[in-house]
């Protein structure tokens, strides 16, 4: 018997890059009213006309239930306020919700984000500069939507799987229910810092494997670049608080497939450019739309560094991005390590019973 799909509410989707743009036709689609909010006004009303975001998600039409505007105040009048910006942008953002409603409407308010990344200065992940900026928001009424999703593949109804994981599990399961659809399907997962790191981390990877491909480099190189790569992330993610086992879902391992093998993904293009010589100062511009591992890397290498968290890939994807190697030589500096065992080492007498020998 098929579930009963929750009832249609409405949404204020902050932020129309492709993503923001993706999630508002898959909830229109799904009979939800969608108020999609831009900052540039001209581009908002061209939206409105044309119905389709030809700068950021071309090709998509824009289902009759989305309304365009740069009106921040759409997101008072909405169930729900989805924030589709980026992560360095997202301080500022709430910021201005902020300052356009009384304390108590955040006291009841729902809001998702969906931002991948760790904030510059800081290091902190989405929610905690979400729950700082808004801090009359309640902690069991903010959720993450996060998981291996393409806006291109996602906007054209391809089967996609995503997870949604907040500090409520009633939360949680009600952005499932409102989310789920025939060809997007919601899991839960209580392990909210799990989740936004596994989203965050992953895009450092993603830039390593385009680097190794625009080095024309092949697959063996890729499978063990992401491998290890997985490693570096469950590190440090335990080491902030996560579960091992997230890793090994939708927002680890599912995610960080995703955008190391396609030719959708930013990071996988910025760090394929990289592979082939471009400064990261040409790259940025190049690629036109945010790449969120291009400060994330370095953010996550500082967070390492101070947990004393072995992190040698992303150290060295961040020594290309500043410069101080090329990426021949981070290669080499990686391939040329001490010898050590693949399974970590506290764990390799108790499984594998090496200890008499």
């Not at 109804?157 to 500090?167: F, Q």
């Not at 409520?168 to 799990?194: C, H, W």
């Not at 993603?206 to 469950?234: K, M, Q, Y």
């Amino acid at each position: 018997m098929q579930e009963v799909r929750t009832a249609p509410s409405s949404f204020a989707i902050l932020g129309a890059g492709s993503f923001g743009t993706a999630l508002a036709v898959t909830l229109a689609q799904q009979g939800h009213h969608v108020s999609l909010i831009g900052r540039d006004e001209e581009m908002m009303a061209e939206l409105n006309v044309k119905r389709e975001n030809t700068k950021y998600l071309p090709g998509v039409h824009l289902h009759p239930n989305i309304v365009c505007t740069n009106d921040l105040r759409q997101c008072l009048q909405m169930d729900y306020v989805l924030l589709s910006v980026p992560t360095q942008s997202m301080r500022a953002a709430c910021a201005n919700l902020r300052d356009i409603a009384p304390a108590s409407f955040y006291k009841k308010a729902s809001i998702v984000h969906v931002a991948k990344g760790l904030e510059r200065g800081t290091g902190k992940r989405v929610s905690e500069v979400i729950l700082e900026t808004l801090p009359s928001l309640a902690a069991n009424r903010l959720a993450v939507l996060s998981g291996p999703s393409h806006a291109e593949e996602l906007a054209q109804n391809v089967p996609t799987t995503l997870v949604a994981t907040s500090a409520s599990k009633s939360y949680a399961e009600e952005i499932q229910g409102v989310f789920m659809s025939d060809t997007l399907r919601v899991y839960t997962n209580p392990d909210l810092i799990g989740v936004e790191l596994g989203g965050a981390l992953k895009n450092i990877i993603a830039l390593g494997a385009g680097i190794s491909d625009g080095l024309g480099f092949g697959d063996n190189a890729r499978a063990a670049l992401i491998t290890r790569g997985l490693v570096e992330i469950a590190r440090l993610g335990v080491a902030l608080g996560a579960s091992t086992a997230t890793f090994g879902g939708l927002t680890g391992i599912g995610d960080l497939i995703v955008t190391c093998t396609s030719r959708l993904s930013r990071n996988w293009n910025a760090g394929y450019l990289l592979g082939q010589g471009m400064p990261i100062t040409e790259v940025l511009p190049k690629i036109g739309m945010v790449v969120e591992g291009a400060t994330t890397t370095k953010v996550a290498v500082e967070k390492a560094k101070s947990l004393a968290v072995s992190m040698p890939i992303a150290e060295a994807i961040s020594n290309i991005l500043d410069g101080a190697c090329s990426p021949k030589e981070a290669v080499l500096g990686l391939m040329s390590r001490k010898k050590t065992h693949e399974v970590e080492e506290r764990f390799v007498e108790a499984t594998i019973g090496w200890a008499a020998q």
